[in-house]
């Protein structure tokens, strides 16, 4: 049985104790204040009796009508306390109905007492026959009274009797009963010594064993109570305690093996870093040369690409003026395809060698001061006409609370903004696309360029930023581009401090925020990504 258990059995069991102990109680009382009540009401009818006699000893010597009604007055109550006395037992029944006929008897002869003596004062009857009569009367009421007085005695006896034989069988059932406690308590205890206290003394002993470090001790304690489940998560841990202990040993002699090798490897850790530091320092000669070969390859790549496609695209366009002669519609048609693509071409490598520079620290930053409305003005200007081929409105707003003046490099404000322009006109088929100049709480200024075009997905809104990437694949087959130029905006966004966000939603439009901090840049002064500053 578990502790549990057997504790709340043993409480039970001392409630049952408790309450039968306070019911015996309880009854033993009740019956004790039954015979008590009963004897105190034998005891007033005694002193009734008394009195009746002596009020007809009163009555017989003075004949007086206040003898009479006093009489009859006690009489009646002495049947009150007869009617309202409660029996003990069968055995008082003949006695109390002997009381009652008595006190019947005794009532009808103190009336022919009466009688017999008003016929003799008023003459109907011989004074003296009168007389004796009521003596005769007289020695039977005395008679009877005695009798009464001799059955309440008896009554009275068994009253007492019978209290004194419930006080003792009260106090027999509460010893009983506190010796049969007495000794459940005592097996408890006995029990409990058993199956708790002295496995408990064992864990005790085993604690110490194990505490003194010899961790093989086990408390042997087998049971299915709390003690017992105590006893095997004891011996559990003891058991992991050992094991624990042995991996320990054994990582004390690896790490003592693994120490050994590391102090023979320190003595030849200098030797190690020295070659090390050789081998980064010719790589770092490498890379540095490298570098250096990639920006003259860029360098010259610039003008000898750029020297052919300039001659390509500006003899193009003389045969397109027909300054050569005239064409076929279909040469036009040919010789437009190639100037077209050779301006692709040319912005495409304008584009690779901004971002190189840009990537390569060389974005000189050239910090002047000029007005916002100005250069707002000129790029709407020039994005007109391109805007009006493709039926687009293009408008623009500075806000009043937006600056008259700010100080940046303007030419990289004004790419980032021709980038992002032509990028809303682009994708642009109808509406409109509209910049709005704002100042924002901590006195930067916002350069917003709202279209309503057709939208990037939430899943690329990022990285429309990335370098050739484009939003929406099947937009490369409609929508010429390279893009980078995104990804050049942002570096150069950057380069004067400042930075690109977008939102967008398909098939609504986008909105792209250039944010310029309320101080200029540095000048020649360049932070790239990886928060890596640059001096130029």
């Known amino acids: 049985m578990r502790i549990r258990t057997r504790i709340q059995l043993s409480a039970l069991l001392a409630v049952l104790i408790a309450v039968s102990v306070a019911f015996v109680l309880i009854l033993g009382m009740r019956a004790v204040e039954r015979a008590i009540d009963r004897n105190d009401k034998v005891a007033e009818s005694l002193n009734q009796i008394f009195e009746l006699s002596m009020l007809t000893t009163d ?78 009367l007289a020695a039977r009421l005395l008679v009877v009274m005695q009798s009464m007085v001799s059955d309440s005695v008896t009554l009275g006896e068994r009253s007492s009797l019978e209290a004194i034989t419930a006080q003792q069988r009260t106090f027999a059932l509460v010893l009983a009963i506190a010796l049969s406690g007495v ?61 624990s202990h042995t991996m320990l040993e054994h990582e004390v002699t690896d790490r003592r093996r693994a120490e050994r090798e590391l102090s023979e490897y320190r003595d030849h850790l200098e030797q190690l870093v020295e070659a090390r530091t050789a081998e980064l320092l010719a790589l770092n000669d490498d890379l540095r040369q490298a570098t250096r070969a990639k920006d003259d390859f860029m360098a010259s790549m610039s003008h000898e690409l750029r020297t052919p496609l300039n001659s390509i695209i500006g003899f193009t366009d003389i045969m397109l003026k027909r300054m050569a002669g005239d064409l076929t519609d279909e040469q036009e048609r040919q010789l437009t395809m190639v100037l077209h693509s050779g301006q692709q071409l040319l912005s495409l490598i304008d584009d690779v060698l ?38 687009v409105a293009l408008n623009w707003i500075v806000a009043e609370d937006a600056p008259e003046i700010i100080s940046t490099d303007r030419g990289k404000l004004e790419q980032i903004m021709l980038n992002l322009l032509s990028n809303a006109v682009k994708f642009t088929h109808e509406g409109a696309v509209e910049v709005i100049v704002s100042a924002r709480p901590d006195g930067s200024v916002a350069f917003e360029v709202r279209d309503t075009g057709i939208g990037i997905p939430a899943s690329e809104v990022e990285a429309v930023f990335d370098h050739f990437h484009q939003a929406r694949p099947d937009t490369s087959k409609i929508y010429a581009g390279t893009g980078l130029g995104l990804a050049i905006s942002r570096r150069l966004a950057q380069a004067i401090g400042g930075t690109i966000s977008v939102t967008s939603e398909v098939g609504v439009g986008s909105v792209f925020t250039l944010v310029l901090p309320p101080e200029p840049p540095e000048a020649d002064v360049f932070v790239a990504e990886g928060d890596s500053t640059v001096v130029l």
Do not use: K
């Open 59 to 136: 009555y017989l010597v003075h004949y007086e009508p206040r003898a009479e009604r006093q009489w009859r007055a006690m009489h009646a109550e002495l049947e009150h306390v007869l009617s309202g006395l409660a029996l003990v037992s069968g055995a008082d029944e003949p006695l109390l109905a002997h009381v009652r006929e008595n006190s019947a008897e005794a009532y009808l002869l103190f009336d022919e007492i009466t009688v017999a003596h008003e016929r003799g004062t008023l003459g109907e009857v011989d004074p003296v026959i009168s007389r004796e009569y009521q003596a005769r």
């Open 183 to 243: 000794s459940v308590m005592v097996v408890i205890g006995v029990s409990t010594n058993r199956t708790i206290v002295s496995p408990i003394l064992v864990l005790r002993d085993s604690a110490r064993e194990v505490g003194r470090g010899r961790l093989s001790t086990r408390s042997g304690i087998r049971s299915s109570d709390e003690v017992g489940e105590l006893a095997t998560a004891f011996d559990g841990m003891v058991a992991e305690l050992q094991q």
């Open 354 to 391: 901004d971002l190189a520079r840009l990537e390569a620290g060389r974005a000189r930053i050239d910090v002047t001061s000029f007005h916002i409305a100005e250069a707002i003005g000129m790029l709407i200007d020039m994005m007109s006409p391109i805007a009006a081929g493709q039926r």
